[in-house]
């Protein structure tokens, strides 16, 4: 069993950051990251990884048209770039929130196809998972099967966001 897992799943679009947020309010003693989509002029540049309690964050991931050398690429998915200070930045900031004992439960938002590849927080996860924390997770609905899969998830509770 992993203890105090809940996988907050659903479509891409369908709400589930919105969903942490709701989530991590109700929560007392939790931390983590969320990723926040970044906008401009009304056009959808990529997402932003922000930490819950500091609010400070970095741009994490473009897409091939937004991204113009701003940070130093970690990997590529589909049409995105993920910058490699963000991801030091969220693996940094979860490792000290699992060596925090005033934190409680963790956010991260999200996993899916990069971890199932081995890349992104797939080298945290088994750490977060078994850190006797409550942990809070995004993982989209269509890789949900694998990731339980890949890392060995038997006990969790599912919150389920409704396809927009």
Do not use: W
């Not at 969320?34 to 930490?51: I, T």
């Not at 309690?53 to 940070?71: I, P, S, V």
């Not at 490792?95 to 992104?120: K, Q």
């Not at 080298?123 to 942990?135: A, E, F, M, Y």
């Amino acid at each position: 069993m992993t203890p105090g897992l809940h996988i907050v799943t659903g479509a891409v679009n369908a709400g589930k950051t919105a969903r942490m947020k709701e989530l991590y309010c109700q929560t007392p003693s939790a931390d983590g990251f969320l990723s926040e989509k970044v906008f401009s002029g009304g056009a959808f540049l990529g997402y932003r990884l922000v930490h819950l309690r500091g609010g400070e964050g970095k741009l994490f991931a473009l897409t091939e048209e937004a991204f113009h050398g701003q940070y130093r690429e970690a990997c590529r998915l589909g049409s995105f770039i993920f910058s490699q200070e963000a991801f030091s930045f969220g693996i940094q900031g979860l490792l000290s929130l699992h060596r925090d004992d005033t934190v409680t439960a963790i956010f991260l938002d999200e996993a899916g196809p990069l971890e199932l590849g081995g890349l992104g927080y797939a080298r945290i996860l088994p750490i977060l998972l078994h850190s006797g924390k409550d942990i809070y997770l995004t993982v989209r609905r269509a890789c949900l099967e694998q990731f339980l899969i890949e890392f060995d998830i038997g006990e969790y509770k599912l919150i389920s966001v409704p396809d927009p």
